[in-house]
DNA sequence: TCAAATGTTTGATC
DNA sequence: GGATCAAACATTTG
């Protein structure tokens, strides 16, 4: 967003064209004729969504895991999108397909109907939704629709941060561990943001570089590994499908 | 060589 | 309605 935003607010997009069926739902002719001629006059985030607002309509994409937006980079084989703008060129790869390029009038509800914002959401209104859940933090914090923005290894690095076990019962955590995980969220968030993200295997921002977040983690990746307070290995466990990272001794139950 | 891992969302199923 | 799990895909790693 912070390298993007700058670079696409204002530029007019000539002409598109997409060779993915997977990440390019839409008929690409048609989404290509809505696209071709229009101005873009803001670009937002809703979660993890990134919305381009046109003259007309909403251009909106979601990276998925693998997907990258990029400024005047040479196609590749897993470029799923070119758009012809009128400063350069913009490019969507993404190895995996995760991700999602659509067209809108307004905001889908899918987009426009997730939870509040981890960023925004205030530790009062933090509290009252953990107190209506009866599921584990870790996967419920991934929930886009309970809250939006979250992704998995900054959902690990603040349970970390927040001495909270993956596995604890959000109805069920104390007033002062729901304040210290809000902290730790907007903490780690903006610091994963200030660093440019977190590059494990190929994540680049608009300009192809290189996030350095990731060697800041604490827990993610570090499966085995001493904790950096306590020193106790680093356990891995599978949550709701996905690689869960904590320390046995720092996040009890 | 092959199984398992990877940053996300969805749709099915209970 | 809410929780849980498999699937979509390509590539890397052990």
């Not at 300009?207 to 800041?216: I, L, N, S």
């Not at 466990?237 to 320390?247: A, F, S």
């Amino acid at each position: 967003m912070r390298s993007l935003a700058p670079r696409l607010t204002g530029r007019r997009i000539l002409h598109a064209r997409f060779s993915s069926r997977h990440v390019v739902r839409d008929n690409f002719k048609r989404l290509a004729a809505k696209l071709a001629g229009q101005t873009v006059r803001g670009v937002t985030r809703h979660g993890k969504f990134i919305v381009a607002q046109l003259d007309k309509g909403n251009l909106i994409v979601h990276l998925g895991m693998t997907g990258a937006l990029l400024f005047d980079a040479p196609a590749g084989p897993h470029t799923r999108a070119v758009f012809d703008l009128d400063n350069g060129v913009l490019l969507y790869d993404d190895p995996r397909q995760f991700g999602r390029i659509e067209w809108a009038p307004e905001l889908p509800a899918r987009v426009a109907r997730l939870g509040p914002d981890a960023l925004h959401i205030s530790e009062a209104d933090f509290l009252t939704l953990l107190r209506r859940r009866h599921a584990r933090i870790k996967p419920l914090l991934l929930n886009q629709s309970f809250l939006r923005g979250m992704g998995n290894i900054y959902s690990d690095e603040a349970l970390f941060q927040a001495g909270v076990h993956p596995r604890a019962m959000a109805s069920r955590l104390s007033k002062q561990r729901a304040a210290r995980l809000h902290r730790a969220m907007i903490d780690i968030l903006g610091a994963a943001i200030a660093n440019k993200g977190s590059s494990i295997s190929d994540y680049v921002d608009a300009e192809g570089r290189r996030g350095t977040f990731q060697h800041m983690h604490q827990v993610y990746g570090r499966e085995g590994q001493p904790c950096t307070r306590c020193g106790a290995p680093i356990r891995r466990v599978v949550l709701g499908g996905r690689g869960t990272h904590y320390c046995p001794k720092c996040q009890r139950l």
